[in-house]
């Protein structure tokens, strides 16, 4: 299995996003986003080229997850203020 390293600010994405689907959705529905989170992280893990490439520390063998962002927000705008690293 590849290491996925989850930054704080990546874990409180994950936190926030399932209470958004919890209180909006059910509880089935956040559990599946969960589920299907550490899924896909672990898939790009597999294949880090697969995922949206920034400069961070290297981690060999594995990747570090620094934002998760849903879709429809605006990455650029985040990426400009200083929420991911340029």
């Known amino acids: 299995m590849a290491l996925v390293l989850k930054r704080p600010a990546a874990r409180r994405d994950v936190i926030d996003h399932f209470v958004y689907l919890e209180e909006h959705a059910g509880l089935k529905i956040a559990d599946r986003f969960l589920t299907a989170a550490d899924k896909t992280f672990e898939m790009i893990a597999l294949h880090p080229q697969s995922g949206a490439p920034q400069k961070t520390n290297h981690l060999p063998g594995g990747i570090d997850v620094v934002r998760v962002i849903h879709a429809a927000r605006d ?12």
């Open 75 to 86: 990455l650029e705008r985040i990426i400009a203020e200083g929420f991911l690293p340029k």
